[in-house]
C-alpha cells in the first residue's frame, strides 16, 4: 500500500501499458487469455524474466553487462553435458555456480582495471560466443534423456515446475536485492557512485554482487531454458539482449543507475510476453515482433527521458520563467 | 613565501609536462597499434604462403575497407564521449535495401545515392537527438536498430532484393589503378575524417565535449548538439558501405552485415581510442580495420573453428582495452 502510495505518474502508465497490452490482444484474439495461452506466456516468462534481471541488475549498479546473451549460450550447452552424468538438480545449481564465479570474476576485473563496464563485458559477448561454438563442436547439442525435458514442462494450471522454478528464483533475487546489505549497496552505487563512496560502500562489493548476480540470473536462463527444450546450439540466445533490456526498462529500471525493483522488471518481461503471444497467435513472423519491441524500447527510453526527469521540466520552467522576465525589463 | 609570478611558472612548466607525455602517450599508441600490424602481417607471410599473395591480400584489403568505413563514422561517436552504436550494421543493410529498391524502379543513380544518404542522415540525427536528451548510447541505438531490421524485413517480406541495373556496377566491382573502389573509398574517407577532426571547430568540438563534457558546455559549445552531429556522421558511413556492398553483388540483403558492427567496434577499440572520449584518431581507427580484417582472413586461411575465431577477436580487443588504458592511467599519474 505504501509503494502505491508513493507510485509516480510514470509507474501508472507502466502498469496501464502492462494490463492495456493484456486487455487489448484479450479483445482481439479469443484464444490469448486462456489457460493454455497464459502456460505459453508464463513458459516464455522464465527464458525472458530472468534474462531481464541479468541485465537490469546491471544497470542499476550503474554499470551494464552485455554479454548475457553469450553467457546463457555457454549455459545452456554445459547443462547438456554435465545433465546426462549429474542429474537435473545438481546440473542446475553447478552451472549457476559457474555462472556466478565468472560474473563476480568480471565485476572484479571491472573494479580493477576500471574499464567501463560496457567495453569489457563486450569482449567477453564475442570470446563467450567463441567459447560456446568452441565446447559444441559448432553443433546443436541435445540432451540424451528427454523425459527430463517433458518432467519440468508439464502443465499444472497455468504453470509448470519450470515457470514455478524461474518464479522462485526471481523472488529469491529480487528479496536479496531489497533487504540485504549486499543488495542496497548496488542501488548505492548506481544512484550516486561518489555519495555512496563517501559514505563509506566499498565500490568492489557491490560490483562483484551485481555481475555475480547477474551471470547467475544469464546461466540460470541458458541452463533452465535448454533443459526445457532438450537441446542447446551455439547460436542461442542472441536475440536476448534487445527484449531483455526493453522488459527492464519498462519495469521501471532507469538507465541512470540506482532505480528499479524485482516486481517492476517482471511486469516489464510478463508486457514483453504478452506482446510476443499476442502477436505470434495472429501469425506475425519473428521480424515483426523484432520491431514492435524496438519500437517500445525507443517509446520507452523517450518516455523515461521526458516525463521522469524532474531536472528536465525544471529546465522549461526556467526558460518560460527568464522568457517572461526578459518581458518585463524590456516593457519595463 | 613564493612570489605569484613563480606559482605561474610553475603552473605553466606543469601543463607543458602535460601536454609533452600526452604526446609521448599518443606516439606510443599509434606506434603500438601500426606494429601489431606489422607483426601480424610478418606472421602471417612466415606461416601462411598465400596471405600475402595479391588476390588474397585484396580480399583483406576490401573487407577491411566495408569494416573501416563503419568504424571511421562511428570512431566520432566514440571520440564525444557516447561510446558506440549498435545500429550500424542495420543502418548499413537497410541502405543496402533501400538503393536497390530504388534501382530496380529506376531512379537515376545520383538521385537514388542522395535519397539513400540523406535518409541515413535523418535516422542518425534522430538517434543523437534521443542521446541528447540524456538517453543511452547503447540502449537507444539497440532499440533503433531492432526498428530498422523488423521494418526491413516487412519492406523485404525478409527476401533479398535483385535490382538487376547495371548503372551502379562500376562503383560495386569497378579497380581503378588495380585497386577496388571500396578501397578508395576508405582511404578518402579516411583522410577527410582526419581533416575534419584536427582542422576544423567541428572536430575540436568533438574531442572537447568528449575530453570533458562541462568544460565544453560551460565554454560555449553544445553538447547536444555534437551527440546529434557525430549520430549522423556515422549513419552517413555505414550508408555508404551499405551502398557499396549493393552496388558490388546488385541487391539488398537484411544479413548482409551482420557482425559487422561488433567489428568495427573491435576496431575502435584495437585502435586505442579512449572509450570516455576525447582521444583517438581516424587513422588509428583504420589500422584496427585492417587489423582486425587480417586477423580474420589469416584465422580462414589457416582453416581455424569458427567458434576459435570468435575467441580470438574477443580476446584481442580485451588485450587491447586493459594495455591502452593502463598505458593512459600510467600517462596521467606518473
Known amino acids: ?332 | 613565501m613564493r612570489g605569484r609570478g613563480e606559482r605561474l611558472e610553475e603552473a605553466a612548466l606543469a601543463a607543458a609536462r602535460d601536454a609533452a607525455r600526452i604526446r609521448t602517450s599518443r606516439i606510443a599508441t599509434l606506434a603500438i597499434v601500426g606494429g601489431a600490424v606489422v607483426v601480424l602481417f610478418v606472421v602471417g607471410w612466415l606461416t601462411t604462403p598465400q596471405f600475402l599473395q595479391w588476390p588474397n591480400l585484396r580480399n583483406v584489403v576490401r573487407s577491411a575497407a566495408m569494416i573501416g568505413m563503419i568504424a571511421l563514422g562511428m570512431t566520432f561517436i566514440t571520440l564525444s564521449g557516447n561510446f558506440f552504436s549498435l545500429s550500424v550494421a542495420q543502418t548499413g543493410a537497410f541502405s543496402a535495401i533501400a538503393f536497390a529498391f530504388m534501382m530496380s524502379w529506376g531512379w537515376p543513380l545520383p538521385l537514388a545515392l542522395l535519397a539513400v544518404l540523406a535518409g541515413a542522415l535523418l535516422v542518425g540525427a534522430a538517434q543523437g537527438g534521443l542521446v541528447a536528451l540524456g538517453g543511452n548510447p547503447i540502449v537507444v541505438t539497440l532499440g533503433v536498430g531492432a526498428g530498422l531490421f523488423g521494418l526491413g524485413s516487412v519492406l523485404t517480406d525478409n527476401k533479398t532484393i535483385r535490382h538487376g541495373n547495371t548503372a551502379a556496377d562500376w562503383m560495386g566491382t569497378g579497380r581503378p589503378l588495380g585497386i577496388p573502389t571500396q578501397t578508395w573509398a576508405f582511404i578518402i574517407l579516411c583522410i577527410i575524417a582526419a581533416i575534419v577532426l584536427s582542422r576544423t571547430r567541428f572536430g575540436r568540438n568533438v574531442l572537447f565535449v568528449g575530453g570533458n563534457k562541462f568544460a565544453a558546455a560551460s565554454s560555449g559549445i553544445r553538447p547536444s548538439r555534437v551527440a546529434i552531429q557525430v549520430f549522423a556522421i556515422s549513419a552517413f558511413a555505414a550508408s555508404i558501405a551499405g551502398l557499396f556492398l549493393s552496388a558490388q553483388f546488385g541487391e539488398g540483403r537484411l544479413d548482409s552485415f551482420t557482425g559487422d558492427d561488433i567489428n568495427a567496434i573491435a576496431a575502435i577499440l584495437v585502435g586505442g581510442a579512449a572509450l570516455q572520449g576525447g582521444e583517438g584518431s581516424p587513422l588509428r581507427t583504420a589500422l584496427g580495420a585492417v587489423f582486425i580484417a587480417a586477423l580474420e582472413n589469416l584465422m580462414v586461411l589457416r582453416q581455424y573453428a569458427f567458434g576459435v575465431r570468435k575467441l580470438w577477436v574477443g580476446v584481442a580487443i580485451l588485450v587491447a582495452v586493459s594495455l591502452f588504458n593502463y598505458l593512459r592511467s600510467r600517462a596521467r599519474t606518473t
Open chain 1, 1 to 332: 500500500m505504501k509503494a502505491l502510495k508513493r507510485a509516480t505518474p510514470i509507474t501508472w502508465a507502466r502498469l496501464a501499458v502492462f494490463v492495456g497490452v493484456f486487455l487489448a490482444f484479450a479483445l482481439i484474439d479469443g484464444r490469448f487469455a486462456t489457460v493454455n495461452n497464459v502456460y505459453t506466456i508464463f513458459e516464455g516468462f522464465a527464458w525472458l524474466g530472468l534474462g531481464a534481471m541479468a541485465v537490469g541488475i546491471t544497470i542499476i549498479a550503474g554499470e551494464f553487462d552485455l554479454s548475457v546473451g553469450s553467457a546463457a549460450a555457454v549455459a545452456g550447452i554445459l547443462s547438456v553435458k554435465f545433465i546426462g552424468g549429474l542429474g537435473l538438480l545438481p546440473t542446475v545449481i553447478l552451472v549457476g555456480l559457474i555462472g556466478m564465479a565468472f560474473g563476480a570474476m568480471q565485476g572484479w576485473l571491472i573494479y580493477r582495471l576500471r574499464i567501463a563496464s560496457l567495453v569489457f563485458t563486450l569482449g567477453s559477448l564475442i570470446a563467450l560466443r567463441g567459447l560456446a561454438y568452441m565446447i559444441s563442436n559448432e553443433r546443436t547439442v541435445v540432451m540424451q534423456d528427454l523425459e527430463v525435458a517433458k518432467a519440468v514442462k508439464r502443465q499444472l494450471f497455468i504453470f509448470s515446475p519450470f515457470s514455478l522454478t524461474t518464479i522462485a528464483i526471481f523472488v529469491v533475487i529480487g528479496l536479496f536485492l531489497r533487504y540485504h546489505r549486499y543488495g542496497r549497496e548496488v542501488f548505492a552505487v548506481g544512484g550516486g557512485r561518489n555519495e555512496a563512496i563517501a559514505a563509506g560502500v566499498p565500490l568492489a562489493r557491490p560490483l562483484i554482487t551485481a555481475f555475480a548476480l547477474s551471470g547467475t540470473c544469464a546461466a540460470l536462463t541458458g541452463a533452465l531454458s535448454t533443459i526445457k527444450s532438450g537441446s542447446a546450439s551455439p547460436f542461442g540466445f542472441e536475440q536476448l539482449l534487445l527484449p531483455a533490456v526493453t522488459a527492464a526498462l519498462i519495469g521501471g529500471v532507469s538507465l541512470f543507475g540506482g532505480k528499479g525493483t524485482a516486481p517492476g522488471i517482471a511486469v516489464g518481461a510478463l508486457t514483453i510476453r504478452f506482446l510476443n503471444s499476442g502477436l505470434s497467435l495472429r501469425g506475425s513472423p519473428y521480424y515483426v515482433i523484432t520491431l514492435a519491441t524496438g519500437t517500445l524500447l525507443i517509446v520507452v527510453v523517450l518516455l523515461e527521458l521526458v516525463l521522469d526527469r524532474p531536472e528536465l521540466r525544471d529546465r522549461i520552467r526556467l526558460r518560460r520563467l527568464r522568457r517572461a522576465m526578459a518581458r518585463e525589463t524590456g516593457a519595463g
